[in-house]
């Protein structure tokens, strides 16, 4: 079994849509929860960084985990076509960099 | 307040070579990590410095090295190149050690001929 399995898409959507995009992992030593947002071309940008369980919200964003089941969102409202991009989720048993294991990330269209 | 910056954007090698990224952090920032990004195998961690100190290595070979200077900026060295290196090399910079919060630049997108 994977560590981190994330469905790699792609999905399509229209503008204004509710986006939801999830992983799940395996390793429950993870304590810190991450949403990347990479544009092609550019490298991964954070969106959203959180430790516990529960919801987290940043304008349009909304990041949701669910450690009992290995289980973390995030999810968009009003979708924008400037929304598209791959969006990788990102976990870490604490806080380090060398630590952090990455999805395969989830390529997001959304039609205008 | 300028990102995180890394130069070359691209470039092109030949099996064999050696090439040198840099990578200069956000202003203020003193730890810098390293990834590789691939298709195959996604983001990799590579190395993380701090304070001109490497503070954990992933698991690559010993042909990947690198540095970090007391100004914070970073370089990172591949040596003898294979095929298999061609990938988007990642530079990330957090303001503390040990943080997950990374701030990426842009890559170097390196290819091997």
């Known amino acids: 079994q994977k560590e981190v399995e994330q469905d790699p898409g792609p999905l399509s959507v229209p503008e204004g849509a509710i986006v939801s995009l999830n992983c799940t992992y395996s390793n429950s030593a993870f304590q810190y929860f991450m949403w990347y947002r990479q544009y092609s071309r550019k490298g991964p940008e954070l969106l959203m960084y959180?430790?516990?369980?529960g919801n987290k919200e940043d304008g349009r964003f909304t990041a949701q985990v669910d450690k009992s089941s290995k289980y973390i969102s995030l999810f968009i409202r009003d979708s924008q076509p400037s929304d598209s991009a791959t969006y990788l989720c990102a976990f870490s048993p604490y806080s380090s960099a060398s630590k952090i294991i990455f999805g395969s990330g989830t390529r997001l269209s959304i039609r205008p | 307040k300028a990102g995180v910056t890394q130069t070359p954007r691209y470039l092109i090698k030949t099996r064999g070579q050696q090439v040198t990224l840099s990578c200069s952090p956000i202003s203020g920032h003193r730890s810098v990590s390293w990834y590789q990004q691939t298709p195959g195998q996604g983001l990799q961690f590579l190395f993380e410095?701090?304070?001109?100190?490497?503070?954990n290595k992933g698991n690559f070979p010993g042909r990947f090295s690198g540095r970090q200077f007391s100004n914070s900026r970073s370089e990172m060295n591949v040596s003898t190149l294979e095929l298999g290196d061609s990938a988007l090399y990642l530079c990330?910079?957090?303001?503390?050690?040990?943080?997950?919060?990374?701030?990426f630049g842009e890559g170097s997108r390196l290819t091997v001929l």
């Open positions: 990330a910079s957090s303001r503390f050690e040990g943080t997950g919060e990374l701030f």
């Open positions: 410095y701090f304070s001109e100190t490497q503070r």
């Open positions: 959180t430790y516990s369980s």
